[in-house]
């Protein structure tokens, strides 16, 4: 792969006006500006991060995350791009194409996670077991709906994905001006797509961080290879995806244990005390055994300060100057894993993720790992993960029973015409467009994935606030 390929700047819908060519900024910055300005990411804002349903005016949204997603993969796109600038490590590479490349990371930052359904990664997983249990349990025209659709269709909703919903959402659903949603650039959208593989090709016993969930959906395949084809990274990773989920490990590994100190879910004592007893030990070298004692030092540190300073809560001050550090210390990590797996990398070979090949892997294994102990495997977050389930379990069997007899000559009750009518309309119309000419199975699949266009589409507070209206709760 190189540089030239890489950066390509085209769009499934091209333009060219007199206004655009006095234009002073790149096709990536172009692209910055519409994200921001879409309503697909003002959604963000009510959509949580880790908590459901929680109405905390500190936790972290989808929004905020994304927005330090942003900040972080700019970040390391300079420190890494400058670093092999400097060194020659490039010939071909440019100073115009590292602005470029920090403008990519800086968008791919933002959409990330645009495609990602209500109520955190919770949602996903309801998803794909809610078709996992049922589609086997629902017919169409007397048969069986796992005996119609093709083993990619059946795995696209067996393994629903977040990353695949934003491709397609970016280039399918979000109607601005045509079909083409927001039209971004092709290098943008190749930076999202971490997982290169159709539903088909997911191995998480492979070795290879790309082959670990799905990408793309067969309904958006086309879309996929022509972006891949374009931008040369076929059968591999763009080397910005590599980057881009860096910093959003190094974001939310880090936000989730701020959010869980100040949601009292983790003590300053019982942290120091884990990193210490439980983690230390799986350091594999020197190099990381010293990485981890100087960020479990910078943690004793400031809270010795704070008491010091008879700082009034110096167990959440100690915490939120080491997150700051964690931070920084993990971006240079994550540098250092790029940079020196360049060549690997440019050649689609690399299979790690970048933590994962510095010193900074057992640290931030620590971090994810207390997050998962303490917050994600407690009662409050289950029970709140129970609530939001029985919003997904009533919406999905509405919706999906819905939309298997709309657009079709079978008649369907009152009640499932009007579910339907509730459906946006652009939505609507991207299924209208791309099912024409289909067969029947084609079809019912572009129905079924309609119903998860629809409820990934939402907020939090519609989702809850549709079923409260829906099942007649006030």
């Known amino acids: 792969m190189n540089w030239k ?27 910055y500006h519409r994200i921001i300005g879409s309503a697909s990411f003002r959604r963000l804002q009510d959509k949580t991060q880790v908590f459901p349903l929680d109405r905390g005016d500190f936790v972290r949204t989808r929004l905020t995350h994304s927005l330090e997603v942003s900040s972080f993969a700019k970040s390391l796109g300079q420190m890494i791009f400058r670093n092999i600038l400097q060194y020659g490590r490039d010939k071909d590479l440019t100073a115009d194409d590292i602005e470029k490349i920090c403008s990519v990371l800086e968008c791919a930052g933002l959409i990330h996670d645009i495609g990602n359904p209500p109520f955190g990664h919770f949602g996903e997983d309801y998803v794909r077991d809610w078709f996992g249990k049922n589609l086997h349990r629902l017919e169409f025209r007397g048969k069986r709906i796992d005996e119609i659709l093709s083993e990619q269709m059946l795995c696209d909703l067996y393994h629903f994905e977040g990353n695949a919903q934003a491709l397609r959402l970016l280039t399918k659903l979000h109607f601005l001006v045509d079909g083409n949603g927001m039209n971004l650039t092709y290098t943008l959208l190749n930076t999202i797509i971490k997982y290169p593989v159709p539903s088909t090709g997911i191995n998480k016993k492979s070795g290879n961080i790309k082959d670990k969930k799905m990408g793309y959906y067969y309904a958006d395949k086309d879309i996929f290879e022509d972006i891949v084809n374009s931008t040369g990274a076929v059968n591999c990773r763009h080397p910005l995806a590599f980057i881009l989920e860096a910093a959003d490990d190094i974001a939310y590994k880090t936000a989730d244990i701020e959010d869980a100190v100040k949601k009292g879910f983790v003590r300053y004592d019982q942290l120091i005390y884990d990193l210490k007893d439980m983690y230390a030990e799986k350091c594999a070298d020197d190099g990381e055994r010293e990485e981890f004692s100087k960020a479990v030092g910078k943690l004793e540190d400031y809270y010795r300060q704070a008491k010091e300073k008879q700082v009034s809560s110096p167990e959440q001050n100690a915490v939120q100057r080491w997150i700051i550090y964690v931070q920084g210390a993990l971006l240079r990590c994550a540098a250092y894993g790029f940079t020196s797996n360049y060549k690997d990398i440019m050649e689609g070979s690399f299979p790690k993720e970048l933590l994962a090949a510095s010193h900074g892997n057992v640290l931030a294994y620590a971090l994810g790992d207390i997050a998962s102990r303490y917050v994600f495997q407690s009662k409050e977050i289950y029970k709140l993960e129970i609530a939001a389930g029985e919003i997904y379990e009533f919406l999905l069997s509405k919706l999906t029973r819905a939309a298997i007899l709309y657009d079709t000559d079978i008649e369907s009750s009152a009640i499932e015409q009007r579910i339907m009518k509730l459906v946006s309309e652009n939505y609507i119309r991207a299924y209208k467009v791309h099912s024409k000419d289909k067969n029947d199975a084609e079809k019912l699949y572009l129905r079924l994935m309609l119903v998860t266009d629809f409820i990934c589409g939402m907020t939090d507070g519609y989702a809850q606030k549709l079923y409260r209206e829906l099942s007649g709760i006030e």
């Open 5 to 31: 390929q890489l950066l390509c700047e085209k769009r499934r819908r091209s333009y060219s006006t007199t206004s655009v060519s006095t234009d002073p900024r790149n096709e990536f910055q172009r692209d």
